[in-house]
Every structure is written in structure tokens, then in C-alpha cells.
């Protein structure tokens, strides 16, 4: 029996919206939960990128930024990412062992404190941990400090959170073979312990712990977001870990040429310009225009401190049974 003419019309047309949307490339970059908030950089990124690569650009929440990692290695060859977005060089080696990342062939000068040759990651912000407390109270003024002091801290999970295994690197490279002890000092401090970065700061904000682990750049939010100058970051004396944040190109993409003009992209002004201000981090190229009135402001730790990402691999295992025996207690 013949269709309806108004049918044969509609099944057309749907053909034709099907081929429409067919026709339009998706790229999909795995990142971590602040990055695609709403007050974070990945809609002012996806914007500036979807103007310029007649594509869909889909950023996937995972977690925090450990958690990345964790779900790659689970997906394996499987995984729908064609980007990976915020590791750190706490993780790339592992990352790179997991055979499923190429060579990003990106060449830019890059405003790094620390000389950068890693051929398949490409650093895209930068910053320092530390403990971010209230202006105008008594800071402690190193980790053993804090430890043999009353503040009470939260932080975040060495096992999903990049700060938090940040921290844990951290105290490890600081401390050494005394590590443990540190820790086991530590543990009394910290009123509890969460899966990101997003959720433990929102407890200190919300008045539940004195001070945070996050970064010297994060008093910058509340500074020019907020006009607030209540927020300040501590500077230790141990000196503070550095954070090298990066993204990946996975080999398997089936869009090889759309991520690699989005790995040209991330080095450009349009992505590097958004960072200070909606990651609140140092972008790994600073923007035509500088950083933003405020940034001048921030603690600059007198002495750095930074394992290689083989090194930060050799140790992590140790230094996360440290930090489980310490607050198993």
C-alpha cells in the first residue's frame, strides 16, 4: 500500500536532519568535575572551539582528575575519549604505560617555571598546592607545623583527587623516610577526607574545617570574583608542590585531525586566556593581555618543589601506604 504523500514528506525530511546531524563531528574530552561547572573554563571554552571547528565539542565529567586515569585504565582501547583532559605529572607515566596516548606534536613556548619536553603530554595551567585558610588567624607555617597544631583541614582522596596526591607527594618529597610520621601527626588535623577538590572546598567555605588543601592562586577567586580579601593561601617553609595540569591525545581517537586542532587550540589565546580566571591556575602560555589585576597578590613560594613524573610513579605506591596507615589509626 503507497505511503501517504505527507508521510514519504516526513520520513524526508528526518533523512535529511539525520544526514545534517551525522555530517557535524563530535569530539569528546574527558575532564574532571570543576572544569565543566558552570562557573569553570568548559563553556567558555567549548564556545570559543565550536566557532572555529564546525564541530560538537563534548566535554565528560569524571570525577576529579585522578579519577581520570583510573576510568581509562578501565575502558582501555573500549574508551570513547579523544582527549584527555587534567592529568598532572604526578599521573603521565602511568598514563603513557597504558599504551592508548600519541604524541600530541604540538610546538609552543610555554610560560612554565620548569623546562617541558614530554612529547605526548601538553600542559595547559599550572600552580602551586597549598593550605588556604582565613585571613587574620595565627597560620601554621610549614606541614609539621600544622601537624603539631589544632587546626582542623580538609582534604582530598590521593586515589581519585590530583590535589590530593598532590599532597601526598608533597609531604614525601619533603619529608623523606619521616613521611609516615608526619602523617601520623597529620591525621588528628583533618576533619575529613573527600573524593575532589570541588566538595572540600565547599566545606571550608561552608565554615566546617580552618583551611583546605588547594592552591596559592585560589584566594584569586574570591579576591576578583567575590571582591573578597578573606581568603589567603599559607606559605611554608618546606616549600610548595607544583602542579603541571596536561592533556592527552588518545591514539585510538576517531578524530585525529579534530583533536589536534584542539591540542593547537588549548595553546592558544582563547583557551589560555580563560584559565586564570575560571580555573583559577597560571596558564601554561600567558595571554597577550597578562594575567589579571589581582594575580600580583598571590603567595609565590620561595622554593618549588617537583618530582618527575618516573619518580612521582616509584614513590606513590609507599608514600599511599603511609597516608593509609596514618589515618587508619
Known sequence: MPRPIYLTAAAGLALCATGAMAQTPVLYVYTYDSFVSEWGPGPVIEAAFEEQCACDLQFVSAGDGAALLARLQLEGPRTDADIVLGLDTNLTAAARETGLFAAHGVDAELSLPVAWD?????????????????????????????????????????????????????????????????????ADNIVTVTPGWSEAYGL????????????????????????DAS???????????????????????????????????????????????????????????????????????????????????????AALDEWRAALSQ
Open 118 to 186: 614530554d612529547p605526548d603530554f601538553l600542559p595547559y595551567d599550572w600552580g602551586y598546592f597549598a593550605f588556604v585558610g582565613n585571613a587574620g588567624e595565627a597560620a601554621p607555617t610549614s606541614l609539621k607545623a600544622l601537624a603539631e597544631s589544632d587546626v582542623q583541614i580538609v582534604i582530598q582522596d590521593p586515589r581519585s583527587s590530583t590535589p590530593g596526591l598532590g599532597l601526598l607527594m608533597w609531604v614525601k618529597t619533603a619529608y623523606g623516610d619521616e613521611a609516615g610520621a608526619v602523617w601520623a601527626d597529620l
Open 231 to 317: 581568603k589567603v593561601a599559607w606559605g611554608f617553609d618546606e616549600g610548595h608542590y607544583m602542579q603541571v595540569e596536561v592533556a592527552g591525545k588518545l591514539a585510538g581517537t576517531d578524530q585525529p585531525a579534530l583533536a589536534d586542532q584542539f591540542l593547537a587550540f588549548m595553546v592558544t589565546d582563547a583557551f589560555q586566556s580563560a584559565i586564570p580566571t575560571t580555573n583559577w591556575m597560571y596558564p601554561a602560555v600567558t595571554p597577550a593581555a597578562g594575567l589579571p589585576d589581582g594575580f600580583e597578590t598571590l603567595l609565590t613560594p620561595d622554593k618549588a618543589l617537583l618530582l618527575s613524573p618516573e619518580d612521582a610513579a616509584a614513590k606513590r605506591d
Open 204 to 227: 571550608f567555605i561552608d565554615g566546617e574545617a580552618d583551611a583546605v588543601l588547594s592552591y596559592t592562586t585560589s584566594p584569586a577567586y574570591h579576591l576578583i570574583a567575590e571582591d
